[in-house]
């Protein structure tokens, strides 16, 4: 639960300060802000991608085929 609530935290602290503070901050802090919405978004997105990759293996819903290379 640490994994997916650290971007979580970090999205809806940057947000909540750019929706509060936004026009009071420097055009480079708003920007700043951004990436790290983006970024924590993005890594979000992974971590969530991955959970449900590895429910779909568990529950037998995706057949591994292994071949000898």
Do not use: F, Y
Not at 11 to 22: C, F, W
Not at 43 to 61: C, K, P, Y
């Amino acid at each position: 639960s640490h994994d997916l609530r650290t971007p979580l935290a970090s999205i809806v602290g940057a947000s909540s300060t750019l929706i509060e503070e936004g026009q009071n901050l420097p055009v480079e802090t708003q920007r700043d802000l951004l990436r790290s919405i983006s970024s924590e978004s993005e890594r979000l997105h992974r971590l969530v991608s991955n959970l449900l990759e590895m429910t779909r293996l568990q529950s037998g819903a995706v057949k591994i085929r292994k071949e000898l290379q």
